[in-house]
């Protein structure tokens, strides 16, 4: 009898072992434990965050992120409560186990002080979004920025009544419209502002379908991250449950993301795991440059206009350019007047040997044949142009390669110059007509 109930003890204790061992850390629902839904989502693991180490997060908008591995979500809820579609959100996650983040408005939770203890009650996290969810905040006063943030967090205490130590130093800014004031401040008090990896659009007037589609491809595309969706939208509702069901037949994973406390201490990471494009190991590996040493760190001598005689049919260099120790230095660029000072062709170049009658008749035997145009060097050649026939290219050669050489180098270096002006002008325009630019300024008016 005796022995029996020892080794019943020695059962149980070694089953309590194993459930501490297993619940090691902070404790996450997995689809195996959640009762009635065998095949639930589930949260695979919960991710204690200090605020006063990172305190901005989501790539949207700021170097660093949530230290997600590759397919893990962490899904957050704007603009609740409001108990009409926020309650169908609370049930389509709590039938797939899935713990969130939701950021609340002051207002809603005077309005919905249950729909905050619902919140609590179902295990999510509980951040907040200001009183009033102005879009102004990256250009009102910081007094008054300061004012919804803590009016926001008093209404939210206040719908927790006795557990409002639970609502979590989380906020985000509405709209994302971010001002450094603003995050100062949330800084300082220990609030950590939440941005986000990316959007489904569900705020704006598209269906459910384009709000699956968004979240589903965007997820895709960032192959993790922090999900921004708004509980108050119906379309949202809608959406859901598909995107629960992707993310399940994808193989992603929910994330519960938890303030740390005394006694929940932050789970141990890595600062790179926090940067929006930690290096992967290959490239952290790969073998360092070799420290070149030079034996001369000298300007390499090079041919100066003034080096080349003038007065000569063909380029020549004065033998004393052959022992020139570097380029010459540039003149002095006038501040606001550069556009002025860009190297242009000189207007030699383009000087007609014989006139314009002698260019026409050059030009008139072109058009009657390139052979009878080159039958007679010198007179056949009115115009001088920079790039050569090959006949005469293959003659100048044989007559002086280095000479050759000098003068097509000569030729490149100002095509260049010129392609180069005509490039950056280019970029200029289509800079100034930059869709990017002009969506992100909408998506700045929406209410996110
Ligand atoms: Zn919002």
Redesign the pocket.
């Known amino acids: 009898m005796d022995g029996a109930w020892r080794g019943v003890r020695l059962w149980r204790q070694a089953a309590l072992a194993f459930a501490l061992l297993a619940g090691f850390g902070a404790p996450a629902a997995s689809a195996a434990d959640c009762p009635g839904h065998p095949n639930a989502l589930g949260t695979s693991r919960t991710l204690v965050v200090d605020p006063r180490q990172h305190p901005r997060i989501g790539t949207m908008q700021y170097p660093e992120t949530l230290p997600l591995a590759d397919h893990e979500v962490v899904l957050t809820f704007?603009?609740g409560p409001l108990p009409k579609n926020s309650n169908k959100v609370l049930d389509i996650l709590a039938a797939e186990c899935v713990k969130a983040t939701f950021f609340t408005i002051g207002q809603q939770a005077r309005n919905s002080p249950e729909g905050v203890r619902k919140l609590l009650a179902a295990g999510h996290t509980i951040g907040t979004?200001t009183q009033t969810?102005p879009l102004t905040m990256n250009r009102m006063p910081i007094e008054r920025a300061r004012q919804e943030i803590e009016d926001g967090i008093a209404s939210t205490k206040a719908a927790l009544g006795d557990n409002a130590d639970a609502l979590a130093p989380f906020f985000r800014i509405?709209?994302l419209l971010r001002a450094d004031a603003v995050e100062d401040y949330l800084a300082e008090q220990g609030i950590q502002a939440w941005s986000a990896d990316f959007l489904a659009d569900d705020w704006r007037h598209v269906s459910s379908a384009r709000v699956y589609d968004l979240a589903i491809s965007r997820l895709e595309a960032n192959g993790k991250g922090i999900l921004l969706l708004h509980d108050i939208q119906a379309r949202t509702v809608a959406a859901l449950p598909r995107i629960l069901e992707t993310l399940k037949a994808r193989g992603y994973r929910i994330v519960h993301v938890v303030p740390a406390t005394q006694e929940r201490p932050t789970t141990p990471t890595e600062p790179q795991e926090w940067l929006l494009h930690p290096a992967p190991d290959a490239i952290a590996h790969w073998p360092e440059v070799p420290n070149f040493v030079f034996a001369n760190r000298g300007n390499l001598p090079a041919p100066a206009r003034s080096d080349f005689d003038a007065t000569a049919e063909t380029p020549m260099l004065h033998e004393a350019a052959l022992s020139r120790p570097s380029w010459p230095e540039p003149s002095e660029l006038a501040a606001g007047n550069a556009t002025v000072t860009l190297a242009a062709p000189a207007s030699s170049l383009f000087e007609i040997e014989g006139g314009l009658d002698a260019a026409r008749h050059g030009a008139a035997l072109s058009r009657r044949g390139h052979k009878t145009a080159s039958v007679a060097p010198g007179a056949s050649e009115p115009i001088r142009t920079k790039r050569l026939s090959r006949r005469d290219a293959r003659r100048l050669a044989l007559a002086n390669s280095r000479q050759l050489r000098l003068a097509q180098v000569s030729g490149r270096q100002s095509h260049r110059g010129a392609a180069g002006a005509s490039r950056q002008k280019t970029h200029a325009v289509t800079t100034a007509h930059r869709g990017p630019v002009k969506r992100l300024v909408q998506v700045r008016k929406r209410?996110?």
């Open positions: 704007d603009d979004h969810h509405p709209g209410r996110v």
